[in-house]
């Protein structure tokens, strides 16, 4: 039988799945918006983009495994070059430096914390109708 407890554990789990994937489109939103960032010095390094990190987390209180944010880093790949030497970012070899991010795999990323953001969503609107139903069963 499933209990009101087990339901608030599942509201809890997909809130957590929610609040991540929130995250991780504040930095793909981070990323997309610095995709044609230079430095500010010439020959400096521009924006790097941005990577998050998930893990598995027991909350204590309530016996039940959720996801968190574990950390972010940054991708190490090689930045872009373009030959412009009246930029003011150019080294002293003419060329300026372009941020690593690539903007389809940043939108493939979008999509996909779209889809499970939705998905976490769909999860706690069956939970609050299945409640909801109980307690219509409960009072009648």
């Not at 190490?76 to 060329?95: C, I, L, N, Q, V």
């Not at 690539?102 to 939705?118: G, H, K, Q, T, V």
């Amino acid at each position: 039988m499933v209990t009101p407890t087990d339901m608030f554990k599942t509201l809890q789990i997909a809130a957590a799945g929610m609040k991540v994937q929130s995250q991780r489109l504040r930095v793909i939103g981070e990323n997309i918006a610095n995709a044609n960032s230079t430095s500010s010095e010439a020959g400096g390094d521009p924006y790097r983009r941005k990577m998050i990190s998930f893990e598995n987390a027991l909350d204590r209180s309530l016996g039940i495994n959720t996801v968190r944010v574990s950390g972010f880093s940054f991708d190490t790949a090689e930045f872009g070059k373009r030959f412009d030497p009246t930029h003011p970012s150019a080294g002293e070899d003419g060329y300026v430096l372009l941020p690593n991010v690539n903007a389809l795999i940043e939108m493939a990323d979008m999509r996909e914390a779209l889809r499970s953001y939705e998905a976490n969503l769909s999860v706690i609107e069956a939970s609050k109708s299945i409640l909801q139903k109980t307690i219509d069963l409960l009072s009648s």
